[in-house]
């Protein structure tokens, strides 16, 4: 290519995720193409409302008014009635599930489609009044067959989604997706409003050198991860690890993917299933870690297996380079 000329050869991720579904044949509709266009424009109208978020005075209490009087929506409730709006107008949808809402929506007959979509809108909330990264997860099962959309056709282990992704709101917009075939990662041109695919074929590194977890609860840490963090900060050879922690997962998960080295939210002595929910953080993070080649473990299991009982559910997570999670797993079976 020549410097400074554009390249006349841009994968926008539609066309991406089209070539991909014509390359699977007959069985792909366009369904999930035309899902996945209303997960983007949703992340570019989360992506632009963060963005404003201090100006517009989106930050702050839901059922606060402003100046004029007009009610104000907190960033997290706008992003959630917007995805829930534009999933159910794609059409393609019969059943959510969302973090800000303590039910399942079952779409409506005349707009009802074969998806389900998993979501926590905005994650990482603690971390929107101060400018930090924060994100959008989902995850997405097709019903079973003959099913009109319940809530069991999403509760089924994660290794049953057909796609997964996150958004991650930073210096730029960053579309991560996986739809069963590697891992895509896609920047959104804010002049074009399309997501550029920018990372293709993403690799977690076998091994890293940074782990994040919170340590601010170890005194609550059971013995396998006490040990393990001591294993990595103290090593008898070698240069300790870095820590690195946001405490945004999507923003986390996303340095793992690239840098490599692993993330952990564990149970504890207080919280007996860790922090992170099953269905729409750790299940879609699963997918995508072990789409990149990672491992994903609740520490004695893989996330993926996991059955869900209930949509609210949470489970102890590790994620990250394959060898990391395998020298951490080796404590829980020591
Ligand atoms: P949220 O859904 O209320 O935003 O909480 C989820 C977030 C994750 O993004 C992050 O990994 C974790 O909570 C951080 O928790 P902590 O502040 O306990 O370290
Ligand atoms: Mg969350």
Known sequence: ATEGVPSSEIITLTRHVLHDQMRLGAAATGDLTLLLTAIQVTSK????????ARLINLIGLAGDTNSTGDEQKKLDVLSNDIMVNSLRASGKTAVLVSEELE??????????????????????SSN???????????????????????????????????????????SSANLVLSTGSGVNGY??????????????????????????????NSMFFHPPV?????SIKYPAS?????????????????RTFLYGGIFGYPDDKKSKSGKLRLLYEAFPMAFLTEQAGGIATTGTQRILDIVPKSIHERCPVFLGSKEDVQDLMKFYSA
């Open 128 to 170: 929107i009044d101060a400018g930090v990264n924060i994100g959008t997860i989902f995850g997405i099962y097709q019903i079973r067959p003959g099913s009109k959309g319940t809530i069991e056709d999403v509760l089924r282990p994660g290794s049953e989604m057909v796609a997964a992704g996150y958004t991650m709101y930073g």
């Open 187 to 216: 920047t959104l041109d804010a002049a074009l409003g399309e997501f550029i695919l920018t990372h293709p074929d993403i690799q977690i590194p076998p091994r890293g050198k940074i782990y994040s977890f919170n340590e601010g």
């Open 45 to 52: 109208f989360i992506a632009t409302n963060v963005r404003k």
């Open 238 to 254: 070698g240069k300790p690890y870095s820590a690195r922690y946001i405490g945004s997962m999507v923003a986390d998960v996303h």
């Open 103 to 124: 039910d399942a929506i079952i779409i409506e007959e005349k707009n009802r489609g074969k998806y389900c979509v998993v979501f926590d809108p905005l994650d990482g």
């Open 226 to 230: 006490v040990e393990y963090l001591k």
